[in-house]
């Protein structure tokens, strides 16, 4: 105990410590943000270079895991850059009296950063999100193949007639593709809007959200119902369903009580 005092009251041990902390912090943060961006890729990234239904992982930990990491190392180095304010802060105010010999340029410059700083780390609580819809490019790419690979065997005609009429065939065949695949996106995603799913919400909170029994979407997913309670994100990697496929359990159930 005597030692650990010993420590604290001895400044330049402290600031020492606490300086070798903040670059360990820092180094992390900066490491655990390159994975994130360029190795636990995300959406059309991962899908154009793993394929579908892959979810990646490091340590066990997939990429909101880490910035969830991410988040509290931050918190962990806004505690310690305090600290290391608080505990230079004589230095600071003489080095900022050299720089700006005048006291109300000075002050003002105190406050511009200071309500700066606050904003810089208070903004993400004060903004609202948009809201942009995309359509998921990949998700019926089989789809688009199997109809180009359709209508590209068509056989080529010589005369000029049988040009035009497998050029008619040809039209005809993308324009009902084409339809054909607008009807399944816009049913897809009106399960999915209609019934929204995440990784941070329980299997029985959603069947109590959507008023669906949560046996039924157990059985459907084939998992045992004492797992009811657990997030979704951690079921889904266990038992390899996505989130589209309980939006569309749910819109079966929907259905079928209807009728």
């Known amino acids: 105990m005597n030692k650990l005092y010993q420590f604290f009251k001895d400044r330049a041990k402290l600031n020492m410590s606490i300086d070798i902390i903040l670059l360990l912090e820092l180094m992390a943060m900066a490491g655990i943000g390159f994975l994130i961006k360029y190795v636990l890729v995300s959406g059309v990234q991962r899908n154009a270079i793993y394929g579908e239904n892959i979810d990646l992982h490091f340590w066990g930990l997939d990429r909101h895991q880490w910035g969830t990491i991410h988040l509290i190392i931050s918190i962990s180095f806004l505690v310690f850059i305090v600290l290391h304010i608080i505990f230079h802060w004589s230095m600071i105010i003489c080095i900022l009296k050299r720089m700006i010999p005048h006291n109300g340029f000075r002050i003002a410059f105190e406050l511009f950063v200071s309500i700066l700083a606050l904003l810089l780390i208070a903004f993400a609580f004060i903004i609202q999100p948009e809201q942009v819809y995309h359509e998921h490019i990949f998700r019926h790419r089989a789809e688009r193949l199997s109809e180009k690979n359709t209508i590209e065997s068509l056989p080529v005609a010589d ?6 009429k497998a050029s008619a065939e040809k039209k005809d065949l993308l324009g009902s593709a084409e339809n054909g695949k ?13 019934y929204e799913v995440n990784g941070t919400q329980t299997l029985q909170f959603v069947a109590e959200k959507y008023n669906v029994p949560a046996s039924y979407i157990c059985k459907k997913l084939n998992i045992p119902q004492r797992f009811s309670t657990e997030r979704l994100g951690r079921l889904k990697k266990r038992y390899d369903f996505t989130m589209s496929d309980i939006s569309k359990i749910i819109s079966e159930y929907k259905k079928q009580n209807s009728q």
């Open 182 to 194: 607008v009807e399944k996106i816009e049913q897809h995603h009106s399960e999915v809007d209609e």
């Open 159 to 164: 005369s000029n007639v049988e040009v035009a």
